[in-house]
C-alpha cells in the first residue's frame, strides 16, 4: 500500500491556446494554487508526524519525504484519479463552484474517498480553514478501513498504528518577519515545514529599497541552510544524496509576449504597462498614474503577470519545502542580458573555431552583465552551497562567475525553464529516486542521423568503439542511423536501456522561434513527438543549439523532456564535433567506471555529479592541454598534472579548490607567472565547449546505484 498523501488540485480543461499569455499557465491554476502554500504544514505521508523533527528533515534532503502535488484536470479526476485500496490516501482541492459539484458528485460514489477541500459550501467538502492536522488524521484512519472494507486482503493494523502515532510539530518562532511581498515566500514554506513561524508583523518588502528585499532574501535564505546542522550526514545519504540545497529563482515572460500583446491591440496605457514590465529591473515596478481611469487599463496588465508570478512562487515554494531548499529570488534585470548572450551566440554561430581572445572578451561581457546582478550577499549563498544549485528561469546563471569559474562548473548544476508555465509545473512536482546500476549504461542507445557524405557523422560513433577496452568489457550498445522522424520514434520505442543519445544537426532560427533536429534531411519538431515517443530517463543531445539562451522556450531539449525524459543534457550554443565526441567518452566512462567505483565505496553516484564531474575534469584537461599546446608547461608534465587535478575533482578526494590548485602546479611546472596565467586561462575557458552545455530537467533524481549500496546504507543505519 502506497503511504503518501496526494494532494491533487482539481481544474477546469483548457484549450492549449488559451493559457497566460506571458508566461503560459492553464488558467485554472490561478485560483487553485494559492492552496499549495499550505500544503507543507501537512504531512507528506503517513509516517511523517511519526518521526523525529531531524529525520523528517534528513529524508526530504534526500529526495524521500517530498509532497506529491498535482493539478489535474477534473475529466482526468474523473475518469483516472480517484483512490484505491492501495492508494487510498487523497486530499482534492477545489476553487471553482463547478468543478466543487463535479467533485462532490464523483467522491459520493466512490469506496474510498478522498477528503475534499473547496472554498465553496459544498456537500462532503470541509473549508480550508477547517483543515488541520488532527482533522486529516481522522481522514487517513477512514480512508484505511474504506480501503479494508473495498479489499478484505488488506492488512490495515500497522499503518493504523503508524496514524495513531502522530505528534504534530510543535511550532517556534524562526525570528525573522513574514513579508508581503512574495520573493521571500518559498524560504517561508520550507521553515514552516520544519516547524518555524515568521512573525506576521514587522513585515515589509511592498515598495521599498533594494537593499531591503537583498536584506530580506538573504536572512531568510541562510535559516533555511541553517537547518541543515540539524540533519547532517546520514548514512541514508549514502543511498540517496542530498537534493540541490540552493534555487536561484529568476521567472521571465516567454519572448512571444509581445507579439500577442501587439495582436491584442491594447490600449495605449496597457501597452505602457507592458513595456514596463519589460524594461523592469529590480523587485518592484512603478508607473506613474494620472487618474482613475488609467488604472482600469493599466491594471489587468499589472494583475495578470502579478498572478503568473504567485503561480510560480507558491509551486516552487512546495518544492524547496520538499527539498529543504534555500531559495534567492532575484531580481528582473537578470533577465536583460539577452542582448549581450544574443552578441556571443551569434558570433560562436558565425565562427566555427572563433579567435580565442575575442571569443573571451565577449564572454567576460556576459559574466559581468551576470554578475552586475546579484549582490555580495547572495554570492556568498552560493558559496555555502554543498549539495548542488537548481535555477528555475531563463537567464544564463550557469555562466555566472564564481570564484574564477563559471557556476556552472563550479557546482552541480541543473535548470528548469519557467516557461511554460505548465511544462514548470510539470517539472517541480517531486520526481522519486530513479535508481540504475552503472553497468545499465553499457546498453546505451545512439541514433546518428546525418545525411550521406556528412564529414561529421562518424566522429560520435568512432568515439564510442573505444569504450569496451576502458570500461573493462564489452559494451551492448545499440547505434542505429534512422532515417525519417517514423524509424527514429520506432527505435527509441523498441530501446528499454537508462541513455539515448542522439548524434545530429540542431537548429533553432529566431524566425520561426522554434527549434528542430534534422532527421533524414527534415526539420524535426521534438515536441509534436508528444504521446508517440517512450524515452529512456536521460537523454544526451549531441547537436547544436538544442537549448539556446536567445531564443525562445520551443527547444529541442525542452521538447524532449515535454515527451517523458527525466533529464535531457543540452547544447546552448553550437558544439564541435571532435570535442563533443570526446566529452560524451569522457560523460560514459563516469556513468559506467567512476559509478561502479562509487557504489563499490557504498555510495550513490548522482547524475548531476557525473555531468558536472565531467564537465570540470573536460576543462582541466583543456587547460592542461591548452598551455602545453602553447608551450607554456612542459610536454612531459601535461599527463601528470591533468591527473592530479582529476584526483582533486572526484570523490573520496573532491575538492572545490581544484582550480587554484591546478594553477599553482602549472606555474611550478612551467615557464609562466601568475599574470600569464591570468592572460590565458580566461581564452582557454572561453574556448573550451564545456560552457555550451546545459544539465536540464531533474537530473538529481537520477542515481547511479546497486545492491551494494543499499547494503552499505542499511548496516550504518543498524550501528
Request: some cysteine; charged content about 25%.
Amino acid at each position: 500500500m502506497i503511504e503518501e498523501i496526494f494532494y491533487i488540485l482539481a481544474i477546469p480543461s483548457w484549450e492549449p491556446t488559451k493559457v497566460s499569455p506571458f508566461q503560459g499557465f492553464a488558467p485554472g491554476l490561478f485560483h487553485a494554487a494559492p492552496y499549495l502554500v499550505g500544503v507543507p504544514t501537512f504531512p507528506s505521508d503517513i509516517s511523517e508526524l511519526a518521526m523525529d523533527p531531524a529525520d523528517r528533515l534528513a529524508r526530504r534532503r534526500a529526495g524521500q519525504g517530498a509532497w506529491h502535488w498535482s493539478p489535474v484536470t477534473i475529466e482526468n479526476l474523473l475518469d483516472h484519479g480517484q483512490p484505491t485500496p492501495s492508494r487510498p490516501f487523497m486530499v482534492v482541492i477545489t476553487s471553482e463552484p463547478e468543478v466543487a459539484r463535479k467533485v462532490a458528485t464523483w467522491r459520493r460514489g466512490l469506496r474510498v474517498r478522498p477528503l475534499h477541500l473547496s472554498a465553496h459550501e459544498i456537500g462532503g467538502a470541509i473549508r480550508p480553514h477547517e483543515l488541520t492536522v488532527e482533522r486529516l488524521q481522522q481522514h487517513c484512519r477512514t480512508a484505511l478501513r474504506q480501503a479494508k472494507e473495498a479489499n478484505r486482503r488488506i492488512d490495515i493494523a500497522e499503518r493504523l498504528s503508524i496514524i495513531d502515532a502522530w505528534r504534530p510539530w510543535t511550532m517556534e518562532p524562526s525570528g525573522l518577519h513574514r513579508h508581503s511581498h512574495n520573493v521571500t515566500l518559498p524560504n517561508e514554506m520550507v521553515l514552516r515545514s520544519a516547524g518555524l513561524m515568521t512573525d506576521r508583523e514587522g513585515g515589509k518588502l511592498e515598495v521599498s529599497p533594494e537593499q531591503d528585499y537583498v536584506d530580506g532574501i538573504t536572512e531568510s535564505a541562510r535559516a533555511v541552510l541553517d537547518l541543515r546542522e540539524q540533519a547532517n550526514d546520514r548514512p541514508a545519504y549514502r543511498l540517496n544524496p542530498p537534493r540541490p540545497d540552493l534555487i536561484l529563482l529568476a521567472p521571465s515572460m516567454h519572448v512571444q509576449a509581445a507579439e500577442i500583446i501587439q495582436r491584442a491591440k491594447l490600449p495605449k496605457l496597457s501597452v505602457r504597462a507592458f513595456r514596463a514590465l519589460q524594461r523592469q529591473r529590480g523587485y518592484t515596478i512603478q508607473i506613474p498614474i494620472e487618474d482613475e481611469g488609467a488604472i482600469n487599463e493599466i491594471g489587468p496588465i499589472l494583475s495578470l503577470r502579478g498572478g503568473e508570478l504567485r503561480v510560480t512562487t507558491y509551486a516552487v515554494g512546495v518544492r524547496a519545502a520538499s527539498t529543504a531548499a534555500a531559495t534567492i529570488r532575484l531580481p528582473a534585470r537578470i533577465n536583460r542580458s539577452v542582448g549581450v548572450v544574443g552578441q556571443l551566440a551569434r558570433f560562436l554561430r558565425h565562427h566555427e573555431n572563433p579567435p580565442p581572445i575575442k571569443t573571451s572578451r565577449v564572454f567576460r561581457a556576459v559574466q559581468g552583465a551576470l554578475a552586475e546582478t546579484l549582490p555580495p550577499e547572495h554570492m556568498d549563498l552560493l558559496r555555502q552551497s554543498n549539495s548542488g544549485i537548481k535555477i528555475i528561469g531563463e537567464a544564463p546563471l550557469e555562466w555566472l562567475p564564481l570564484d574564477d569559474l563559471p557556476l556552472g562548473i563550479a557546482r552541480d548544476v541543473s535548470r528548469i525553464g519557467t516557461t511554460p508555465g505548465n511544462l514548470l509545473i510539470e517539472q517541480l512536482r517531486h520526481v522519486p529516486p530513479l535508481y540504475i546500476p552503472a553497468e545499465e549504461f553499457k546498453n546505451y542507445l545512439a541514433v546518428s542521423m546525418f545525411e550521406e557524405g556528412d564529414g561529421i557523422a562518424h566522429h560520435v560513433r568512432q568515439a564510442l568503439a573505444v569504450l569496451p577496452d576502458a570500461a573493462e568489457s564489452k559494451l551492448t550498445g545499440i547505434s542505429a542511423a534512422p532515417k525519417s522522424t517514423d524509424e527514429f520514434i520506432s527505435t527509441v520505442n523498441d530501446y528499454d536501456g537508462p541513455i539515448l543519445i542522439v548524434d545530429s544537426h540542431g537548429t533553432h532560427p529566431d524566425n520561426p522561434d522554434v527549434g528542430g533536429l534534422t532527421i533524414g534531411g527534415e526539420f524535426v519538431d521534438v515536441w509534436d513527438l508528444a504521446g508517440k515517443i517512450r524515452l529512456p530517463p536521460i537523454v544526451v543531445l549531441s547537436a547544436c543549439d538544442t537549448h539556446p539562451f536567445d531564443r525562445s522556450h520551443a527547444t529541442v531539449a525542452n521538447g524532449f523532456l515535454r515527451c517523458g525524459a527525466i533529464a535531457v543534457l543540452g547544447t546552448v550554443l553550437p558544439i564541435r564535433s571532435r570535442d563533443a565526441a570526446i566529452f560524451l567518452v569522457r560523460l560514459m566512462l563516469r556513468a559506467i567506471s567512476f559509478g561502479n567505483a562509487m557504489n563499490a565505496n557504498g555510495r550513490s553516484a548522482a547524475w548531476t555529479n557525473i555531468v558536472g564531474g565531467g564537465l570540470r575534469m573536460q576543462l582541466a584537461s583543456d587547460i592542461v592541454r591548452g598551455l602545453g599546446a602553447r608551450g607554456m608547461i612542459p610536454e612531459d608534465r601535461v599527463d601528470r598534472i591533468h591527473l592530479a587535478a582529476n584526483h582533486d575533482i572526484n570523490p573520496p578526494h573532491e575538492r572545490a579548490d581544484w582550480l587554484p590548485r591546478l594553477r599553482q602546479r602549472c606555474i611550478e611546472a612551467g615557464e609562466i607567472n601568475q599574470d600569464q596565467w591570468a592572460a590565458t586561462y580566461p581564452d582557454i575557458l572561453a574556448a573550451s565547449d564545456v560552457i555550451r552545455y546545459v544539465n536540464i530537467g531533474n537530473p538529481e533524481a537520477i542515481l547511479i546505484s546497486d545492491e551494494r549500496v543499499l547494503k552499505r546504507t542499511m548496516h550504518e543505519a543498524q550501528m
